[in-house]
């Protein structure tokens, strides 16, 4: 049993890859694969470029912002304690992270009301947020349109197949078939595997967004309490 289903694959896997059974399979390159893949290949090959751009910047970007130094917060409150506001807000000015521009911006509306400093902290937060969140959109529709895309080129490559065979008098050639087949199959693994790496990419962003995200809020609880203390 083992033996036939291993001639048959020897007989028909040769033929949809345009060579002679005779011809080594490793002999095509994953580039003479991609090669064969038709005009879809091109918006794929787009999408792949914009994503690995996309996470690599942000996540360059977001690995920055949360670089904020462990003592960040001891400092701001001693300097709040001691009254000196502008030298935190000097330091918060030294260090470039969203939790640094929301301290920032509540040191800035000390002597306001509490209510006012919770309000400017949280827009600030609203709008550091939608920095780290830029363009993780676009990654997670690359997500999904490769694979689309893909399957695009499935229907167009088996639409030539089907026209070559209605043109084909007599016997069908599987050499006449392979450039359908070879833009049908292509184009949707390229497609998948744009997308699966998009998804999970834009998944892991999302986390370490979401841990940014937390160490904000609790830098702004811890913030607010500050304030509520009594100074020295």
């Known amino acids: 049993m083992t033996t036939r289903i291993r001639n048959i694959a020897f007989i028909f896997i040769p033929m949809f890859l345009q060579i002679e059974p005779t011809q080594d399979l490793e002999s095509i390159?994953?580039?003479?694969?991609?090669?064969?893949?038709?005009?879809?290949?091109?918006?794929?090959?787009?999408?792949?470029?914009?994503?690995?751009?996309?996470?690599?910047e942000r996540l360059m970007i977001i690995k920055k912002s949360s670089q904020t130094p462990e003592n960040f917060q001891d400092q701001i409150r001693e300097k709040v304690m001691n009254g000196d506001v502008q030298g935190a807000k000097l330091l918060c000015a030294q260090t470039d992270t969203p939790v640094a521009r929301m301290i920032e911006k509540g040191i800035s509306?000390?002597?306001?009301?509490?209510?006012?400093?919770?309000?400017?902290?949280?827009n600030t937060g609203?709008?550091?947020?939608?920095?780290?969140?830029?363009?993780?959109?676009?990654?997670?529709?690359?997500?999904?349109?490769?694979?689309?895309?893909?399957?695009?080129?499935?229907?167009?490559?088996?639409?030539?197949?089907?026209?070559?065979?209605?043109?084909?008098?007599?016997?069908?050639?599987?050499?006449?078939?392979?450039?359908?087949?070879?833009?049908?199959?292509?184009?949707?693994?390229?497609?998948?595997?744009?997308?699966?790496l998009a998804y999970l990419g834009y998944n892991y962003l999302v986390t370490r967004?979401?841990?940014?995200?937390?160490?904000?809020?609790?830098?702004?609880?811890?913030?607010?309490?500050?304030?509520?203390?009594?100074k020295k």
Do not use: C
């Open 29 to 56: 390159t994953v580039l003479e694969l991609l090669l064969n893949g038709g005009y879809t290949m091109i918006p794929l090959i787009v999408l792949w470029i914009a994503a690995i751009y996309i996470f690599i």
């Open 109 to 122: 509306r000390i002597g306001s009301q509490l209510k006012n400093i919770e309000v400017s902290i949280e």
């Open 126 to 196: 609203k709008i550091e947020m939608y920095r780290l969140e830029k363009n993780l959109s676009m990654l997670a529709t690359i997500s999904g349109a490769a694979p689309m895309i893909g399957f695009l080129g499935t229907v167009t490559g088996m639409i030539q197949a089907f026209i070559a065979i209605a043109q084909e008098e007599g016997a069908v050639s599987p050499k006449l078939l392979s450039s359908g087949i070879y833009e049908a199959m292509v184009t949707t693994a390229t497609g998948l595997f744009i997308g699966i």
């Open 209 to 230: 967004v979401q841990k940014v995200v937390h160490k904000m809020e609790y830098t702004a609880v811890d913030f607010i309490d500050l304030l509520q203390e009594p």
